[in-house]
């Protein structure tokens, strides 16, 4: 059982940037694939980044360039840093996980088994 937690989130205004955390203080994360997704109000959920154990990545084509996942397995910690943040950024952001110790690949489909309750970006000047 994990208990996700995002932080990281707040108001920026546009062109500005924000890293994302993810972390488990009670789990060792670094057997689990590890995605973000966002949700906008009254749009579905969106897949942007997933990161595997392994430490391959893949991004939505919608985000590419702008958004980087990474992960540090010493601070047990994944992250996601967003640059050139815009008004369509606003969003509650998500990371999720599975557990995959050996998996070379990740999905950006919302199947993952673990989620946090999110934290809230808002893009404003």
């Known amino acids: 059982q994990l208990d996700l937690v995002e932080s990281g989130g707040g108001l920026v205004q546009p062109g500005g940037s924000l890293r994302l955390s993810c972390a488990d203080p009670?789990?060792?994360?670094?057997?689990?694939?590890i995605a973000w997704f966002r949700q906008a109000p009254g749009k579905e959920r969106e897949g942007l980044a997933c990161?595997?154990?392994?430490?391959?990545?893949n991004y939505a084509d919608s985000i590419k360039g702008r958004f980087r996942i990474s992960r540090d397995n010493a601070k047990d910690t994944i992250y996601l840093q967003i640059n050139d943040l815009q008004p369509e950024d606003t969003a509650r952001y998500y990371c999720?996980?599975?557990?995959?110790?050996?998996?070379?690949?990740?999905?950006?489909?919302?199947?993952?088994?673990?989620w946090g309750p999110g934290t809230q970006v808002a893009v404003a000047s």
């Open positions: 990161i595997s154990t392994t430490h391959t990545t």
């Open positions: 999720a996980a599975d557990y995959n110790p050996r998996s070379p690949v990740c999905s950006l489909l919302p199947h993952y088994t673990y």
């Open positions: 009670e789990s060792n994360l670094n057997f689990f694939t």
